[in-house]
């Protein structure tokens, strides 16, 4: 029999992302021997431990991290800064530290500074997700088929690296490393700028009085209807990724707003060569992500 990954794996968060884990983890095998929970929110470790997706459930991480050679943080980039000083002192020599945090850099920025020197950390990022939250809405197979891009530090132990590949891996995911800085400004546009956008299309809907309101939600297109399946995502989650990776944000929604600018001047203009070429390229991209399956 295969030796699992990890002997005791910590998962501390277990929303949409932290419960997939669990759930793949129990399907496929292969990554923990043991799965602990940690969560601070006392009505979602209760349902963890109803739905059976660990084997020991507790609300201290500095406890859940005791004598693990496994931990993923799955809560908000907003809190791993708290969450690390507070495992720090707790992570037992050898342990392999991860994230599934959206942003890089803040999160290096976050968390490296309390890493003890014989303590790997290896963040990551699955690119999966749904609009749902909370224990009940993780997948075994959230993740496969997707991407998920590691951004080691430089000086990590490969064998460490490695190991959250694998986990990965098993999940049904395929792997990539990249700098960190460079995986925010990808990120940035094909997930982070989606999302503003999405929010605030639904923003201006919902602030457009009476009647013309009702018409808007009466008679929302597939287009309106995608909008709002974004929209519905965890606000804290969104939250802090939006202040936790504003640079590259900010820096991809002013290309957007000039390149907005410029079709609404074809639009306004007549100019149909132009706006027939960019919905051709927008088609080339769905077709793109098509070929690759990632659409």
């Known amino acids: 029999m295969v030796e ?35 969560d601070t929110s006392p009505a979602a470790l209760a349902r963890a431990e109803e739905l059976g997706l660990g084997d020991e459930y507790t609300s201290d991480p500095a406890k859940a991290v005791a004598g693990a050679d496994g931990v993923i943080l799955c809560a908000p980039v907003g809190t791993y ?21 959206s942003t890089k850099q803040s999160v290096m920025q976050d968390i490296t500074p309390f890493v003890p020197a014989n303590v790997a950390f290896v963040p990551a990022h699955p690119i999966a997700g749904t609009e749902f939250s909370g224990p009940d809405a993780g997948l075994a197979d959230l993740f496969r088929g997707r991407w998920s891009l590691l951004t080691p530090p430089a000086g990590t132990a490969e064998a460490a690296i490695v190991k959250i590949e694998t986990m990965w891996k098993i999940l049904g995911a395929q792997t990539a490393r990249m700098d960190a800085a460079h995986h925010d400004r990808v990120i940035a546009i094909v997930s982070h700028l989606p999302h503003l956008i999405a ?42 990724i939006f202040l936790n990776n504003k640079d590259a944000l900010l820096e991809m929604f002013a290309r957007f707003s000039e390149d907005a600018q410029a079709m609404a001047r074809a639009v306004r203009k007549g100019d149909a060569d132009y706006i027939e070429d960019k919905i051709n ?15």
């Open 81 to 101: 800064a708290a969450l690390a000083q507070a495992i720090a002192p707790h992570l037992a020599p050898g342990c392999v530290l991860s994230d599934v945090g």
């Open 281 to 295: 390229r927008s088609r080339k991209i769905r077709k793109s992500l098509i070929d690759i399956k990632q659409a």
């Open 199 to 240: 929010f605030t299309i639904c923003g201006t809907a919902d602030d457009l009085a009476g009647e013309t309101r009702g018409e808007v939600l009466q008679f929302a297109a597939s287009g309106f209807r995608d909008f709002t399946r974004i929209a519905a995502s965890d606000p804290v989650m969104w939250r802090d």
């Open 4 to 38: 699992p990954i990890f002997k005791r794996l910590v998962i501390i968060g277990i929303g949409l992302i932290g419960s997939s884990i669990t759930r793949g983890a129990r399907a496929y095998g292969g990554i923990a021997d043991k799965i602990v929970i940690c």
